[in-house]
């Protein structure tokens, strides 16, 4: 059975000023992102949703994200944005990078981030953010969604997932889940302050300097098929920049691996 979430820790850990002082906590729901939408109108800018338990977790692609009952956490905060749309494509990149640093603060020095939202250690998942922009009443809104592996053993993971999946405690962080929501809205905050206020070269440039990419060759597959090639860049707007043989290639979405050349694997 999944523990209770002890408020007053995550309370007392917490260093924002805004985002997360809302709080609602399900002990099970479908998705933290569908709740979130309700707690923007109930409760407002900045409010935040933890789950104990997720039943129809959401990730990139319509994949969905599983979690162990009190594992895992389950965190969807919902924010107005002030920022031009066109600055929303940032978003990811810089709740991912919030993930990457609270997994440090909490002592996994080895966290890095892999395009475009996931967080990893030696390749291995720990952490996957999926951000969704629309409209909502008083203008556009966006709830960024983070699952992350806190307290999982080998053995919580699915047999499928075993040889690529972390967790905080396997990275040997002993933490709750209100240490890790606390450590990653403290990080997302001034994250998020900058990217309102058009200063998203700052943040790009902390994503870069934390992602396992650079200097490795790449397949990403895209809507539009695989494309191989070495990791040059980020650009501007968050877009991964390969060095292909017919010159550079800017990736919009799409899901990296590494090519079977680098890994090993015959094609």
Known sequence: ???????????????????????????????????????????????????????????????????????GLALSVALRLGCDLRQAGVLPLAAGLAAAQAAHGLGAA????????????ADRKLAGVLCEVRHAPGGEAVVIGLGLNVRHRREDFPPELRDTATSLALEGVDCGIEDAAAAFLT????????????????????????????????????PAGDVEGDALRIDEHGALVLGTPGGERTILAGDVEASPEESGNPA
């Not at 820790?9 to 569908?34: Q, Y």
């Not at 933890?50 to 990730?59: D, F, I, K, Y």
């Not at 994250?191 to 397949?219: I, M, P």
Request: charged share 30%.
């Open 1 to 71: 059975m999944a523990s209770a979430f002890d408020r007053a820790r995550f309370s007392a850990s917490l260093g924002t000023r805004r985002i997360g002082r809302a709080l609602w906590v399900r002990d099970s729901t479908a998705s933290t992102n569908d709740d979130a939408w309700v707690a923007l109108s109930e409760l407002g800018d900045g409010a935040c949703v933890v789950a104990l338990e997720q039943t129809e977790g959401r990730g990139r692609s319509g994949r969905t994200w599983r979690q162990v009952p009190g594992k």
């Open 110 to 121: 080895a966290a890095r981030l892999k395009w475009p939202n996931d967080v990893v250690v």
């Open 187 to 222: 990080r997302l905050e001034p994250l998020w302050d900058e990217v309102q206020e058009g200063d998203r070269a700052r943040v790009l440039a902390a994503w870069s300097a934390l992602a396992a990419h650079w200097g490795r060759r790449l397949r990403v597959r895209t």
